[in-house]
């Protein structure tokens, strides 16, 4: 098992009501796991979001807390439903109703990592993937809730921004040939997660740092912007995307030479961000 389901870094004092989160950039890899996966210690981590953790780690200064994941998304992935289980990977599940991402291999409990390769040889033990939601999905997702709960107590509304990066390739398919290629993608599920406001603040964060960004597409957000998204509530969910190229080597999966470049210019991202959520903004904004 990995040593921790999350790690925590909170504020001397939380002065936002923005939370935010890495469930994708875990990378405590248990030696179990490594000895059962067919593949080798460097392709196994294909699908991490490597370093996010790290370019979002000082959001604490600005008063706002970061949730991050300790167990490797290869193990279990924390932006998917709990009941998200791969009938082709876990014994005993029955087919459900089509869901594509359980179908392609990325259910809650992975089959596959980045390129559609096999993670394992066989088939696991239901009681193996109900033991990873057990100790590192629930928790998690506990203390997340728990997170967005006390922002809500506090501030009177609660914003997660769900921090993920995204492979140069993804966007291969969707940019037009002369087109610009987005830096940062948006996902706020078309509008249902976040209010439209909270999103145009967030968006020209990263506008007026000299960043093109989209929205939706080609991701406008899993799990954690689907359940934890109720805007009508004062909750409010967004996922970013971040282009890997930006700042990594993505064969190497290592940071680039524009890695700490790149991290201090997000830094005023991030500053700007956690203050949408301080209660003066947003008594302002009303």
Request: glycine share 8%; hydrophobic share 40%; charged share 25%.
């Amino acid at each position: 098992m990995p040593e921790h389901a999350y790690h925590l870094s909170e504020p001397e004092v939380t002065t936002s009501c923005v939370v935010f989160a890495s469930p994708h950039s875990g990378r405590d890899y248990p030696w179990s796991f490594l000895r059962s996966t067919i593949l080798d210690d460097h392709v196994i981590r294909s699908s991490e979001d490597a370093y996010v953790d790290r370019l979002f780690d000082c959001a604490p200064q600005f008063g706002a807390p970061l949730l991050r994941a300790g167990a490797p998304r290869a193990y279990v992935d924390l932006n998917r439903a709990l009941d998200e289980l791969d009938p082709a990977l876990i014994e005993g599940v029955r087919r459900g109703g089509h869901n594509p991402r359980v179908a392609s291999g990325l259910g809650v409990v992975p089959r596959v990592v980045a390129g559609g390769r096999a993670i394992y040889r066989g088939k696991l033990p239901k009681a193996e993937a109900e033991m990873r939601l057990q100790r590192i999905w629930k928790p998690y997702h506990a203390r997340l809730q728990g997170l967005l709960d006390a922002a809500q107590t506090t501030f009177g509304e609660a914003i997660l921004i769900d921090c993920h990066s995204m492979p140069r390739e993804a966007l291969d398919s969707t940019v037009r040939s002369g087109m610009p290629r987005p830096e940062i993608v948006i996902g706020d599920r078309f509008g249902a997660s976040a209010s439209g406001e909270v999103v145009e603040r967030v968006e020209s964060a990263f506008a007026t740092a000299g960043l093109k960004v989209a929205r939706n597409a080609p991701f406008a957000g899993a799990f954690t912007t689907q359940h934890y998204g109720r805007p009508s509530r004062g909750q409010h969910a967004i996922q970013i995307e971040i282009d890997r190229a930006i700042y990594m080597d993505e064969a190497t999966i290592r940071p680039s030479n524009d890695f700490h470049a790149f991290r201090r210019l997000l830094r005023g991202v991030i500053a700007e961000i956690a203050a949408i959520g301080h209660r003066e903004q947003r008594l302002a904004a009303e």
